[in-house]
């Protein structure tokens, strides 16, 4: 976790909650963070509600904007994608098993620790779809006996309705394989920060299922409330002590979880109807 999730606020939605200043740049204009001047925005990502990784997703940062006399960091909505790699790397083939930080360790870890301190961004969320094996299934791994497991998926979303701000972290990359001019020559890429799952009950239940997230799968994505936002957009904020404050788990009880169908397990299948919740799960769970 987090391997999958859904977005469908329109930018200016985003807009409205997170206070953007500057809209949502061409892949091109990433360039622009290495002294060229910004460029219009393109057209805007559609909802999506099978979000996987390698994909383009919003996010929210704050950057001062090459090009301009004025210094000071810019609320920004920007495209990015979902898979990081580091600006030492060679190449970007890790980029999409590097969707996840640990809170834990996000610190240390070389692949994350300079975006940690400096590169730190929102990724803007309807809510996310965690797996559950089937009890059979489950029996059979225990057993060691080679059969895949199937699994109901559950979408876990704020109970209130509100947007799932997820910490995370983005990074440039350039690819020295073509020219500076090239509209492929930078990468601007994110990854999304886990935590541990809470263990306490969820806001709403299903009644034919788990009654805590941890009771879904043993991580999810650190959600930021908004009384963090400022304080973890903030570049001007190095201190690793300092920023590691801010990944504390939100407060327990703000989410909710229901079934969802088999459909999502398949990332060509993209709908509002992928978030409709169900009667009871399609596949027998644990519970």
């Known amino acids: ?40 925005p393109e057209e805007a990502l559609g909802p999506d509600y099978n979000v996987a990784p390698t994909k383009e997703v919003y996010a929210v940062l704050d950057r001062p904007l090459k090009g301009v006399d004025d210094p000071r960091p810019v609320r920004q909505l920007r495209r990015l994608r979902w898979g990081l790699v580091p600006s030492w790397s060679k190449t970007p083939e890790g980029a999409a098993r590097m969707i996840n930080a640990r809170a834990e360790t996000v610190h240390e870890k070389p692949s994350y620790r300079r ?14 779809y965690e797996w559950v094996t089937g009890k059979q299934e489950r029996d059979l791994e225990v057993e060691g006996k080679k059969k895949r497991p199937r699994k109901q998926p559950y979408f876990v ?39 541990e799952a809470e263990s306490s009950p969820l806001a709403v239940s299903p009644e ?17 409330t908004p009384d963090r936002w400022d304080g973890w957009l903030d570049p001007s904020r190095t201190d690793v002590e300092d920023l590691r404050g801010l990944l504390a788990p939100p407060p327990p009880g703000l989410m909710r979880a229901y079934p969802v169908a088999t459909a999502v397990s398949n990332v060509r299948n993209n709908g509002p109807e992928l978030l409709t919740e169900l009667a009871a799960p399609e596949e027998g769970t644990l519970f």
């Not at 034919?208 to 930021?224: F, N, Q, V, Y």
């Open 208 to 224: 034919d299922g788990p009654h805590t997230l941890a009771e879904i799968h043993p991580r999810m994505p650190l959600m930021l």
């Open 1 to 40: 976790m987090c391997g999958r999730y859904a977005a469908s606020r329109s930018p200016e939605e985003l807009a409205g909650i997170f206070g953007i200043e500057v809209g949502v740049p061409s892949a091109r204009a990433e360039s622009s963070d290495r002294g060229t001047e910004p460029r219009e």
């Open 157 to 195: 979303t704020p109970a209130d309705g509100s947007v799932f701000a997820m910490a995370g972290l983005y990074e440039f990359w350039r690819d020295r394989t073509l020219p500076d001019d090239h509209p492929q020559a930078w990468w601007a890429t994110c990854t999304v920060i886990t935590t």
């Open 115 to 128: 975006a940690f301190a400096t590169r730190r961004c929102i990724l803007p969320a309807d809510g996310y």
